[in-house]
T-cell receptor, first 113, second 116 residues
Framework: KAGVTQTPRYLIKTRGQQVTLSCSPI?????VSWYQQTPGQGLQFLFE???????NKGNFPGRFSGRQFSNSRSEMNVSTLELGDSALYLC????????????FGSGTRLTVV | GENVEQHPSTLSVQEGDSAVIKCTYS??????FPWYKQELGKRPQLIID?????GEKKDQRIAVTLNKTAKHFSLHITETQPEDSAVYFC???????????????FGKGTRLSVIA
């Protein structure tokens, strides 16, 4: 079966711009979680969506937002980009939302210049 | 909230030796502890996990031990091979059954290098 698909794989943006990242979960998985990975902070939780509802949210500023569609695909948006937003953004999907059975996508590498 | 500390941050071992990575967690209610392996440029992949009702779990050359009293858990890799070289992350979460779950909180990772 197809894995978790994230697009685009690489992205370069300028400070102040906004960006939208996409995540298509494994078929049948209703939960999508987003993580930011940086060398200094490791993997930090952004938010989780389950059946189109945000169920959990991490400690990130309001510039970071997300949504989930009826087909379980999810998008995250970052507005007013800052240099510190440069990171690998990973999404993970699971059938029930429990972290058991998490499958990660390959990530979107965002560089802010 | 939960805090997970992971040590060491880097580890070099000779091929065939054992490697041990240790994590501590702060929330005694956490009950699910997975380990992920991330090779360079690739996605994190689950290699083994353990729940709080079990003290040890093995899968071929990999084992995880959990000490609930001390709130720490460890990954043991025996007979290491060059392909074990990667960054390993521990994580902790609370599974709440039908009430949902808490997100995974990750340690900062251990870069394991296996020298041939």
């Amino acid at each position: 079966k197809a894995g978790v698909t994230q697009t685009p794989r690489y992205l370069i943006k300028t400070r102040g711009q906004q960006v939208t990242l996409s995540c298509s979960p494994i078929s049948g998985h209703r939960s999508v979680s987003w993580y930011q990975q940086t060398p200094g902070q490791g993997l930090q939780f952004l938010f989780e969506y389950f059946s189109e509802t945000q169920r959990n949210k991490g400690n990130f500023p309001g510039r970071f937002s997300g949504r989930q569609f009826s087909n379980s695909r999810s998008e995250m948006n970052v507005s007013t980009l800052e240099l510190g937003d440069s990171a690998l953004y990973l999404c993970a999907s699971s059938r029930t939302g429990a972290p058991v059975g998490y499958t990660f996508g390959s990530g979107t590498r965002l560089t802010v210049v | 909230g939960e805090n997970v500390e992971q040590h060491p941050s880097t580890l070099s071992v000779q091929e065939g030796d054992s490697a041990v990575i240790k994590c501590t967690y702060s929330d005694s209610a956490s009950n699910y502890f997975p380990w992920y392996k991330q090779e360079l440029g690739k996605r994190p992949q689950l290699i083994i996990d353990i729940r709080s009702n079990v003290g040890e779990k093995k899968d071929q050359r990999i084992a995880v031990t959990l000490n609930k009293t001390a709130k720490h858990f460890s990954l043991h890799i025996t007979e290491t091979q060059p392909e074990d070289s990667a960054v390993y992350f521990c994580a902790a979460s609370k599974e709440l059954g039908n009430s949902g779950n808490t997100p995974l909180v990750f340690g900062k990772g251990t870069r394991l290098s296996v020298i041939a």
